[in-house]
């Protein structure tokens, strides 16, 4: 059985910086994408940056923002995304997802076509 499990959210002032992970087990496939999303109140889920396990090809959410980075430690089951200079706006829960298939960038226009997803992590930036 797959699992996500996402931690380091919680409450930052704007301006601040935040690295959220996700510890991944269950995962029997060869390669898969994973990812980061995140879905504010009353909004749609939409997708952040995802990478390919087996390459760490990486994709971001287009307008590109380097506010956002994404990096994974294979050998620790980790992923993690890195937010710096964080704004209110960046008020959300935010999920970790993964699909056995390799559709880069379509994920983060369709997160709905990941297959599994953690709890999601609160993160709440104070203006």
């Known amino acids: 059985e797959v699992q996500l499990v996402e931690s380091g959210g919680g409450l930052v002032q704007a301006g601040g910086s935040l690295r959220l992970s996700c510890e991944s087990s269950g995962i029997v496939f060869d390669d898969y994408t994973i990812g980061w999303f995140r879905q504010a109140s009353g909004k749609e889920r939409e997708g952040l940056a995802c990478?390919?396990?087996?390459?760490?090809?990486?994709y971001y959410a287009k307008p590109a923002s380097n506010r956002f980075i994404i990096s994974s430690d294979n050998a620790k089951n980790m992923v993690y995304l890195q937010i710096d200079d964080l704004k209110p706006e960046d008020t959300a829960v935010y999920y970790c997802?993964?699909?056995?298939?390799?559709?880069?960038?379509?994920?983060?226009?369709?997160?709905?076509?990941?297959?599994?997803w953690g709890k999601g992590i609160l993160v709440t930036v104070s203006s």
């Open positions: 990478l390919t396990k087996s390459d760490g090809t990486k």
């Open positions: 997802g993964v699909d056995e298939f390799m559709r880069g960038d379509w994920y983060l226009e369709n997160p709905w076509g990941m297959d599994y």
